[in-house]
């Protein structure tokens, strides 16, 4: 204890480290102008969502057969980087070819 108000008085009375995180942080203070920008963002999105729930630009069939076109699409995306992943399929024939050719019969 007498250390930390040592250091604190070195300091100027800021204390050492990160004060804002922890078991015992520091809050800040929540001022007027917090609450008013809080205030005008929340008015904002209940506006932004009155506009958007007033007339929406497609129904709900729409809306559903443009996400299943979506995921018909990310799904065939989602092959063909998966085809271009994987090796060619190769026989074991093919794979020992190289044995037979330097085999010789005489």
Do not use: C
């Amino acid at each position: 204890m007498h250390l930390t108000h040592v250091l604190l008085k070195l300091r100027g009375g800021v204390a050492p480290g990160r004060i804002w995180g922890g078991k015992y942080r520091k809050f800040r203070p929540i001022t007027e102008g917090m609450r008013a920008n809080t205030l005008n963002r929340l008015l904002m999105e209940v506006e932004n969502m009155k506009h958007l729930t007033a007339a929406p630009h497609i129904s709900e069939d729409e809306e559903a057969q443009a996400l299943e076109q979506r995921n018909i699409e990310v799904r065939k995306e989602t092959w063909i980087r998966h085809k271009r992943k994987m090796l060619e399929h190769k026989d074991l024939d093919s794979h020992l070819s190289r044995l037979k050719s330097a085999k010789s019969w005489e």
